[in-house]
């Protein structure tokens, strides 16, 4: 195995080197025995050996035995997996881990999703900050940058199927599960700035052998650098994108009131139209009553003069 970049990874190391020992351990006494049997037990003559029912004391070792291993290994592997899922201590950086067919995602948090629902008040829906983010492809590996001596929590979140977060360097994997966050949390040690690969662990469709990203380890001094200018560029682009949206909302307003007023204009053009005809059908019946009232003068002169 690598050696592990981790104090976990050191439990991890420690409890498989154990199990190797326990293993070879029984395989020796096993050989050992079988060894000796073949040795003192071999055939000497033609006469048959003492044949017995039963053998107590050899019933019962090999009863004993295998339970009493079972259960120290047992004891030591429930240990260090409860050590290897504790999240109490507070975190130097948080992270969330997507993983989606077929590449990776990695989110820069304000704080773990845990410590986000707390301060909600229990609300589980409730999401920390994302600082800022590394989106990969599966022709483009993404980098998971990491300080020395951190203590770093991860968050994973899979939107689609079963992954597996496996970094070989950190001698652990986790499952990342959809519908079901799973969480854990390292220190990374001193000393282990350097380049160490990632990939996932479960097989996820097609493309799942392109599933690789990159860990960077950095010395603190270079991480901080890294870190800040992370952030101006994560400032600046969500101030453009305000900017840009500020003049979007700008130009629908302005267009709403351009065609308010044009309405407007059109109502009051309509007014002054409709006024307009509405005082020549007045003239046009003035001018007819007039006419009428001509006529019967005319007619009441003609009678008179035939009178």
Not at 64 to 93: G, S
Not at 119 to 136: K, M, N, Q, R, T
Not at 261 to 266: A, C, R
């Amino acid at each position: 195995m690598p050696e592990p970049i981790t104090e976990q990874g050191q439990r991890v190391l420690a409890l498989w080197q154990g199990s190797w020992v326990a293993a070879f351990a029984v395989g020796l006494l096993v050989w050992g025995l079988i060894v000796w049997s073949i040795i003192f037990h071999r055939k000497r003559s033609e006469q048959l050996p003492p044949q017995v029912r039963y053998n107590m004391p050899i019933e019962a070792l090999y009863t004993v035995l295998p339970i009493v291993v079972i259960a120290v290994l047992f004891y030591f592997t429930a240990r260090d997996q409860t050590y290897l899922l504790e999240t109490d201590e507070k975190a130097d950086a948080n992270i969330e881990v997507v993983a989606f067919q077929w590449s990776w995602e990695f989110n820069y948090l304000d704080q773990s999703k845990a410590e986000a629902a707390e301060a909600a008040g229990g609300d589980e829906d409730a999401d920390p900050e994302i600082l800022f983010s590394e989106v990969g492809t599966p022709d483009q590996m993404p980098t998971l940058v990491l300080r020395e001596g951190d203590v770093v929590h991860f968050d994973l979140h899979s939107p689609d199927v079963i992954h597996s977060f496996w970094i070989p360097a950190f001698a652990f994997k986790l499952d990342v599960v959809p519908g079901h966050d799973n969480e854990f949390q390292v220190k990374v040690n001193e000393g282990t700035a350097g380049t160490y690969m990632g990939r996932c662990a479960e097989l996820c469709g097609a493309d799942h052998t392109r599933m690789l990203f990159q860990v960077e380890v950095m010395e603190p001094d270079e991480y901080d650098a890294w870190y800040a200018e992370q952030q101006e560029a994560a400032e600046a682009e969500q101030a453009e994108q305000a900017a840009a949206e500020a003049g979007a909302e700008g130009g629908e307003q302005q267009g709403d009131a351009e065609a308010s007023t044009e309405g407007e204009g059109g109502q009051a053009e309509g007014a002054g139209t409709e006024g307009a005809d509405e005082e020549a059908q007045g003239q046009d019946a003035s001018d007819g009553g007039e006419q009428d009232a001509a006529a019967r003068d005319e007619e009441s002169e003609e009678e008179e003069a035939g009178r």
